[in-house]
Nanobody, 124 residues
Framework: QVQLVESGGGLVQAGGSLRLSCAAS????????MGWFRQAPGKEREFVAA????????YYTDSVRGRFTISRDNAKNTVYLQMNSLKPEDMAVYYC?????????????????WGQGTQVTVSS
């Protein structure tokens, strides 16, 4: 069992930056692919970014590519999402998730463990 706890959300002006953290306990993350998802009010949860288990391969949804960076420190059992040049449309609850699948999975159903989420609010 893996427990995931996100932190780092908050209120930021458009154009600003935030770094989200996802701390894991229970098991080491080094064997899991990790992903970030987000859910805005009235919308379905959507994929944002993913990293394979070693962090050597990453993938981003088109709307955040070039602005967001997923990284991981397996020694600290923590995954990060650096978000730059934030836009109002980035506003959502952000979730991290762990997957036993290989590669960098992009579908919700491929993830086995989820955090509770952290709110990101972007003011225009």
């Amino acid at each position: 069992q893996v427990q995931l706890v996100e932190s780092g959300g908050g209120l930021v002006q458009a154009g600003g930056s935030l770094r989200l953290s996802c701390a894991a306990s229970g098991r080491t993350l080094s064997t899991y692919a990790m992903g970030w998802f987000r859910q805005a009010p009235g919308k379905e949860r959507e994929f944002v970014a993913a990293s394979n288990s070693r962090g050597r391969s990453t993938y981003y949804t088109d709307s955040v590519r070039g602005r967001f960076t997923i990284s991981r420190d397996n020694a600290k059992n923590t995954v990060y999402l650096q978000m730059n040049s934030l836009k109002p449309e980035d506003m959502a609850v952000y979730y991290c998730a762990a997957s036993k699948s290989g590669g960098y999975p992009k579908a919700n159903r491929e993830y086995d463990y989820w955090g509770q989420g952290t709110q990101v609010t972007v003011s225009s």
